[in-house]
């Protein structure tokens, strides 16, 4: 019998508890031994639960009980969860965790950590929820060099702009409905300024190429100045609007970068809608291959956290490879990056002074009358757009895949 702890009983907490004792007999199976949870930590009392009876407030009592082989992060935020963790691993225990913020910003250094000690930190459920990639990144897709890793990686996101296009809402009223729903929080800035994808492309661009990817270095923007008429664009245009978190390999450089990406249906995401994610990589071997799921949710979430607690202990005593150095990677300066834009300007009849300044354009209209010009650009590096820019009043601009 293997003995597990649980750090936090919140909705992905209660969602282990849950995962393991509705399905237990088949968790046993595959991980070859019987799995117990033998404590829950949290601050708070939950009374008439059945989880009363193996509940504690104090983390020591985990700590320092050598039947705990395993222990389950799902506490969230970077402290005390960064000790706690940092405690289990240097005490011999295997940690699973789901925490994104953890991951992101010390990943690296737990790995380091788990290695030297001969046990494991893992962390499937820390991007993309219920979806399997963290593990296909470091067993499954090892002979290539991959180029690129591209996602819909926020689920409230990617539900509200689905909305925006579907029904011609506003952002505030689709929030204001993905928050009475559940999906978004009642601080919703993590979600809609971009903060959540941008811990999970670094995670997934530290995986990739091997070394860490700070997230503060990853140029961020989020959703919350996409309208309406954006979308009625699109719309005519064939398009979807999308918030992408991409990590691009060019010239031996890597540019990363978290934004709202207008997709045409050519492109490998342009299906995934609601709150379900998507990712594609692109491999020199390979070509393109896509995950795609439930990104988020209680059951979702926990499923993959506890697939990581039988990975754990199908590997006791025995270290999983993972190539993950704490060696900075230096990303590639973002006015380097290159795009397409679909842009908005203020005014009429300035298509001249449009095309002496872009080039080659395609304008769009709507048929109405507002005072404004829409056009989409050729590929073009990030700089040099900006330059070209400023001559116009700018209402709004959207980068394009194709």
């Known amino acids: 019998m293997i003995s597990i702890a649980v750090l936090g009983y919140g909705t992905v907490g209660s969602g282990v508890v849950e995962v393991i004792n509705t399905n237990h007999r088949h968790i ?31 983390y020591n009592i985990i700590l320092n009980d050598e039947d705990v082989k395993v222990i389950v992060e799902v506490m969230g935020g970077v402290e005390p969860a960064n000790t706690f963790v940092r405690q289990a691993l240097m005490r011999g225990k295997s940690v699973c965790t789901s925490n994104k913020e953890l991951v992101a910003k010390y990943g690296a250094e ?37 180029d690129e890793i591209s996602g819909i990686l926020n689920g409230t996101t990617n539900y509200i702009l689905t909305k925006m296009a579907d029904e011609g809402l506003s952002f505030d009223t689709v929030l204001k409905e993905a928050q009475e729903k559940g999906y978004a929080e009642r601080n919703p800035e993590a979600d809609v300024c971009g903060y959540d994808a941008c811990r999970k492309i670094a995670i997934l661009s530290s995986l990739v190429y091997g070394k860490q990817v700070d997230y503060e270095d990853i ?17 005519l245009l064939g398009t979807s609007i999308k918030l992408l978190g991409t990590a691009k390999k060019i010239d031996d450089k890597v540019y990363a970068i978290v ?72 990303l590639g300066d973002i006015r380097h ?66």
């Open 259 to 330: 934004a709202p990406f207008m997709i045409d249906e050519n492109h490998c995401l342009i299906g995934v809608n609601g709150v379900y994610n998507g990712i594609f990589l692109h491999g020199d071997m390979l070509d393109n291959v896509m995950f795609y799921g439930r990104g988020a949710g209680k059951l979702p979430t926990a499923s993959a956290v506890v697939s990581d607690v039988v990975d754990a202990v199908k590997h006791r005593h025995t270290n999983i490879m993972t190539i993950w150095k704490p060696e900075k990677k230096e």
């Open 337 to 402: 990056f290159r795009c397409g834009f679909f842009v908005r300007v203020k005014g009429r009849n300035i298509e001249s002074a449009i095309t002496d300044a872009f080039g080659k354009v395609k304008f769009v209209e709507l048929g109405d009358n507002e005072e404004e010009t829409a056009f989409l650009t050729e590929t073009m590096e990030e700089g040099v757009f900006h330059e070209k820019i400023q001559a116009f009043d700018l209402i709004t601009r959207i980068r394009t895949t194709f």
């Open 110 to 146: 737990l790995l380091a950590i788990a290695k030297e000690h001969n046990v494991n930190f893992l962390f499937e459920a820390s991007v993309g929820g219920g979806i399997p990639i963290i593990r296909p990144i470091n067993q499954s897709l090892t002979v290539d060099h991959i």
């Open 219 to 235: 140029y961020t923007e989020g959703i919350t100045e996409i309208t309406k008429r954006d979308f009625e664009y699109s719309n």
């Open 28 to 58: 046993n199976r595959r991980a070859g031994e019987e799995i117990e949870i033998k404590y829950v930590l949290d601050l708070r009392d939950f009374p008439g639960d059945p989880v009363e009876s193996i509940l504690v407030h104090d």
